[in-house]
C-alpha cells in the first residue's frame, strides 16, 4: 500500500514540476491534430442513410426475410453495378488497371457502405463519400440493383416453374386432340353421340318394332351392334375427357398464374428511412482526433520523463 501510495505521488509530482512542457505538448498536440484533420490533409465525407424492411420475399430454409436481404445487399452485382454508375474506381483513386485493382475497390466500398441488420429485422444502409448528393444517390442505387438482382432470382426460379407447367398443358392438351379424334371417329363410323342416351332410345325402338312385327328391326340391329361393340369404348373416352377436360383448365389456370408472376414487377424492400443528403460532415471527428491526439503525445512525454527520471537515480 504504502509503495503504491509513493508511486501514485512520484506520478503527481512529475506532473507538477514539468507541467510547462505538458501545457507545451498539449498545446502542440492541438495545432497539429487541428491542422493535419482540416480539409487541406484530409477530405470530409458525409453520410447518408436508409432504412428498410424486407418485402416479396420468400426465406429459404431457417433464413429470415432481413437475412436474405442482407445477402442481396452484400452480393456482387449489386456492388459492381453502384461501382459502374458512379465510377467508384476514379472516386476512390484506383487504377482499374492495376491486377490488384478488384481487391483494393471492394476494400474501399466495404470501407466506406456499410449495409447491417437492426434489432427490429430491418436493415440499416450507410454510405459515406465526399459529396452528400453522391452519398444519397449510392444509397438509392443500392436498393435499386438490390431490387434488380432478388427480381432476376425471383424470375429464374418462376421461369423453371413456368417451363413445366407449359409442359404439362402441352402434354394434356395433347391428349385432348387424340381423344376428341377418336371420339369424332366414332361419331361418324358408328353414329355414337351420347351412349346412355342411345342405348335407352334403341331399346325403346327395339322393343317397338318387335310389338309393331319387326319393322326398321334392321336398323335397329346395327346400331345395337354399334352400341355393343363401339359404345363401351365411346362412354370410357367420354369420360376420360371430361375429366382431363377439368385437369386442363386447372394447369391452365395455374399457368396464368405464373406468367403473371414471371413478368410482375415487384420490389422487395419496404423504404422506411428514405435517403437525403447530409450536409454535417460524418468523418473525420475532428474533435475525437484532437483528443486522441493530445491524450498520445502526453502519455508518450509522461513515459519519457519516467524513463529519463530513473536514469538520473
Known amino acids: 500500500m504504502q509503495e503504491y501510495t509513493e508511486s501514485s505521488n512520484n506520478f503527481i509530482q512529475i506532473f507538477i514540476n514539468r507541467k510547462i512542457h505538458f501545457i507545451i505538448v498539449t498545446v502542440?498536440?492541438?495545432?497539429?491534430?487541428?491542422?493535419?484533420?482540416?480539409?487541406?490533409?484530409?477530405?470530409?465525407?458525409?453520410?447518408?442513410?436508409?432504412?428498410?424492411?424486407?418485402?416479396?420475399?420468400?426465406?429459404y430454409s431457417e433464413e429470415s426475410a432481413s437475412e436474405q436481404l442482407?445477402?442481396?445487399?452484400?452480393?456482387?452485382?449489386?456492388?459492381?453495378?453502384?461501382?459502374?454508375?458512379?465510377?467508384?474506381?476514379?472516386?476512390?483513386?484506383?487504377?482499374?488497371?492495376?491486377?490488384?485493382?478488384k481487391t483494393k475497390m471492394i476494400e474501399m466500398y466495404?470501407?466506406?457502405?456499410?449495409?447491417?441488420?437492426?434489432?427490429?429485422?430491418?436493415?440499416?444502409?450507410?454510405?459515406?463519400?465526399?459529396?452528400?448528393?453522391i452519398a444519397s444517390a449510392m444509397v438509392e442505387e443500392i436498393i435499386h440493383a438490390m431490387n434488380l438482382k432478388a427480381r432476376a432470382?425471383?424470375?429464374?426460379?418462376?421461369?423453371?416453374?413456368?417451363?413445366?407447367?407449359?409442359?404439362?398443358?402441352?402434354?394434356?392438351?395433347?391428349?385432348?386432340?387424340s381423344?376428341?379424334?377418336?371420339?369424332?371417329?366414332?361419331?361418324?363410323k358408328y353414329q355414337l353421340f351420347d351412349y346412355k342416351m342411345q342405348v335407352k332410345e334403341v331399346?325403346?325402338?327395339?322393343?317397338?318394332a318387335l310389338s309393331s312385327g319387326g319393322k326398321n328391326l334392321k336398323e335397329i340391329d346395327v346400331m345395337m351392334r354399334n352400341l355393343e361393340e363401339k359404345g363401351g369404348e365411346y362412354h370410357q373416352l367420354s369420360k376420360s375427357l371430361t375429366a382431363l377436360?377439368?385437369?386442363?383448365?386447372?394447369?391452365?389456370?395455374?399457368?396464368?398464374?405464373?406468367?403473371r408472376d414471371l413478368n410482375k414487377?415487384?420490389?422487395?424492400?419496404?423504404?422506411?428511412?428514405?435517403?437525403?443528403?447530409?450536409?454535417?460532415?460524418?468523418?473525420?471527428?475532428?474533435?475525437?482526433?484532437?483528443l486522441a491526439s493530445v491524450a498520445s503525445a502526453n502519455l508518450f512525454l509522461f513515459v519519457l520523463f519516467i524513463i529519463l527520471d530513473n536514469r538520473k537515480k
Open 28 to 59: 502542440a498536440a492541438i495545432c497539429f491534430a487541428a491542422v493535419f484533420s482540416s480539409p487541406w490533409f484530409i477530405k470530409p465525407k458525409y453520410k447518408s442513410f436508409a432504412i428498410v424492411y424486407p418485402s416479396n420475399l420468400t426465406p
Open 70 to 101: 442482407l445477402q442481396l445487399f452484400g452480393s456482387a452485382e449489386v456492388r459492381n453495378a453502384v461501382v459502374k454508375k458512379f465510377d467508384l474506381y476514379k472516386q476512390y483513386g484506383i487504377d482499374s488497371t492495376d491486377r490488384t485493382s
Open 110 to 133: 466495404e470501407s466506406n457502405v456499410v449495409i447491417g441488420r437492426t434489432p427490429f429485422e430491418s436493415v440499416n444502409i450507410q454510405v459515406l463519400n465526399e459529396t452528400p448528393e
Open 153 to 177: 432470382l425471383q424470375r429464374e426460379k418462376t421461369a423453371e416453374v413456368e417451363q413445366v407447367t407449359k409442359n404439362q398443358l402441352e402434354l394434356k392438351k395433347r391428349n385432348v386432340d
Open 179 to 188: 381423344i376428341n379424334s377418336r371420339l369424332n371417329e366414332l361419331r361418324v
Open 203 to 208: 331399346t325403346k325402338s327395339y322393343l317397338k
Open 245 to 259: 377436360l377439368e385437369s386442363y383448365n386447372k394447369t391452365k389456370i395455374e399457368y396464368d398464374v405464373v406468367l
Open 265 to 290: 414487377e415487384l420490389t422487395y424492400a419496404n423504404i422506411v428511412t428514405k435517403p437525403s443528403p447530409s450536409y454535417s460532415k460524418a468523418y473525420p471527428i475532428r474533435w475525437l482526433i484532437v
